[in-house]
Each structure stands twice: as C-alpha cells, then as structure tokens.
C-alpha cells in the first residue's frame, strides 16, 4: 500500500488567508424545470472557497465531487441562482477547513420566438447566476441575462431633422411628425439582481422586462417588410444608453414587485456604435428600494 502524503494539508511558507481559490471553466450540462417543460443547458461552473492561512492549498477534487453529487443525481427545480447555491453549501460540507464558497455559473438559453411575420426563430441569451454562501448562514444569489436589440440615435436623428428642413424648407413641416434619418446600434442590455434569498425572480421574466421595454430581440432570419418593421420601431422611439438603462430600471422594478427592496439591480446597456470606432456605455446600480423611492413606485 502507498502511503500518500496529504501536500494540501501542510503549512505554507508564506502563512496568509486565501480570500479565494478553486476552479474555473468547468463545462457541465445541466437541467432546469420550468412549469411543464425541462429546459437543458450547457453551463460554465466557477467554484470556489476560501482558505485558512495554516493550509498550504485546498482540495479540488471536492470541488468536482460536489458538482458531481449536485447536478448528475438531480434536476433543477427553478434557477441557475438556486444551482449555484446548492454547489456552494456542498462545498462547505466537504471543505471543513472553508468558511465561505461562491459560485457562478454561465449558460446561453435558447428561447423560440415569433417575428413580426409570425415566423418561429431561436433566440440566445446568456444568462448568468451565482451564490456566494457563509458557514451556518443562508446563501446570497444573483440572477442575470443579456439581450440584444436595436437603438437608434436620437441626437444624430435631430441633426439630420434640422438638416433636410434646411435644404427643404417645404417639408420640415411634415418632417416633424415623422422620424427622421439617424444611425442604429446593437445593443446588449444586461440586467443583474443581486442579494436574492431565494429564488423569487424568473429569468424568462427579466427577458420579456427588458424587450418590451427596448422594442424586442434581434433575429438571424429577417425577410424585408422584418427589416423595416425593426428599424421603423427603432426610429419612432430613439434612446440613448442613458435612456436605455433608466427605461429598463423603471421597468424592472414597476412590474417585478416581488423583487425585495434589499435586493440589488444592475443595469447596463451598451452600444456598438456604427459611426465610431468605439462603444458607448451606461449602467445603474443601486438598491431596487431606492430606485422605487426615486420612481416614487410602490
């Protein structure tokens, strides 16, 4: 029989406390039930676990064992949040040594959607959920995803407005009641709520926040009278990224009442400008409490 040596377990040189140490990039799949439907996704788990100063280094393996444990013997009852969770707590079971885990873990989720026409498509959207969990307390989740959509530029649209009604004068009166020519961005809007205590929010829920808000995802198939339609509703309602986070933030928290106010929204939208070299960002992050306070949103 070999004796083996337990390197992990012996004093360092350099005696200081690891905020953190594990591993990431570790590519999983995963199931979560929504209502009548199983849901399969692709994620990307990163879990880690602090580590005393007297301990040389921490056993990885636990760490996969604990995935193990958690996802090929079980299907997930609702979020990704909720998985992260439950990976962390099996950390701390099998790290006595941790005092806290965290985990996130990332998957794209592919909704079918209708276009304008009707047509059945497939859109991505990465989502995003963590939990970060202290010995002998209840986790902290973070629930997030990201959509694409189109702005349009509402102080290029003004420009070009004053611009045409100067070279046409016989026209500027119309042209006020109509929009006028301006340039699109991609958009990627990503909303995160964090300092969840339990998993009170659906990510299918932020989605269909943030596209009513914002005009709607974006398709790969656009026949022409799509085209038009994308970009004529664009342009009949121009935003900044400004506008974009500010909208979507009111919208948040004015429809997803069940979110407590304890809880921390993250906002952000970003632009990728088709005149510039450069993109242009915006983002809100403050207490769902506040924002209703300021909103005046009950």
């Known amino acids: 029989m070999i004796d083996l040596v337990d390197v992990q377990a012996s004093k360092p040189s350099v005696q200081i406390p690891i905020t953190e140490v594990g591993l990431a990039g570790i590519k999983y799949p995963i199931k979560v039930n929504r209502g009548n439907r199983e849901i399969n996704l692709t994620a990307e788990i990163t879990i880690f676990a602090d580590l005393p100063a007297a301990r040389k280094g921490a056993?990885?393996?636990?760490?996969?064992?604990a995935i193990n444990e958690v996802i090929l013997n079980n299907s997930v009852t609702s979020g990704i949040e909720v998985l992260a969770a439950s990976l962390a707590s099996r950390v701390l079971e099998k790290l006595p040594y941790s005092n806290?885990?965290?985990?996130?873990?990332?998957?794209?989720?592919?909704?079918?959607?209708?276009?304008?026409?009707?047509?059945?498509?497939?859109?991505?959207?990465?989502?995003y959920g963590s939990a970060a969990v202290k010995r002998g307390e209840g986790p902290s989740m973070t629930v997030g995803v990201t959509c694409?959509?189109?702005?349009?530029?509402?102080?290029?649209m003004e420009t070009?407005?004053?611009?045409?009604s100067s070279e046409h004068p016989e026209v500027s009166a119309a042209l006020e009641k109509i929009p006028s020519?301006?340039?699109?961005?991609?958009?990627?809007?990503?909303?995160?709520?964090?300092?969840l205590k339990a998993s009170i929010v659906n990510i299918e829920d932020i989605i269909s926040v943030v596209e009513e808000t914002t005009g709607g995802p974006l398709f790969s198939l656009l026949k022409r009278i799509?085209?038009?339609?994308?970009?004529?509703?664009?342009?009949?309602?121009?935003?900044?990224?400004?506008?974009?986070?500010?909208d979507v933030a009111k919208a948040v928290v004015t429809r997803l009442s069940a979110i407590p106010g304890s809880c921390i929204l993250t906002v952000k939208s970003q632009s990728q400008e088709s005149i510039h070299p450069h993109d242009a960002v915006a983002k809100?992050?403050?207490?769902?409490?506040?924002?209703?306070?300021?909103?005046n949103v009950h």
């Open 148 to 156: 694409l959509t189109l702005t349009a530029c509402p102080c290029a």
């Open 284 to 295: 809100i992050e403050a207490p769902i409490e506040t924002l209703r306070k300021l909103m």
């Open 226 to 246: 799509d085209e038009g339609e994308l970009v004529y509703r664009a342009h009949k309602n121009p935003k900044f990224v400004e506008d974009v986070v500010r």
């Open 160 to 164: 070009t407005r004053a611009l045409i």
């Open 100 to 127: 806290s885990a965290r985990v996130e873990i990332l998957s794209t989720l592919l909704m079918e959607k209708s276009d304008h026409s009707s047509r059945s498509a497939i859109v991505p959207y990465d989502i």
């Open 59 to 65: 056993d990885f393996s636990r760490n996969v064992e």
């Open 181 to 195: 020519i301006t340039h699109n961005q991609r958009n990627r809007v990503t909303v995160q709520i964090s300092n």
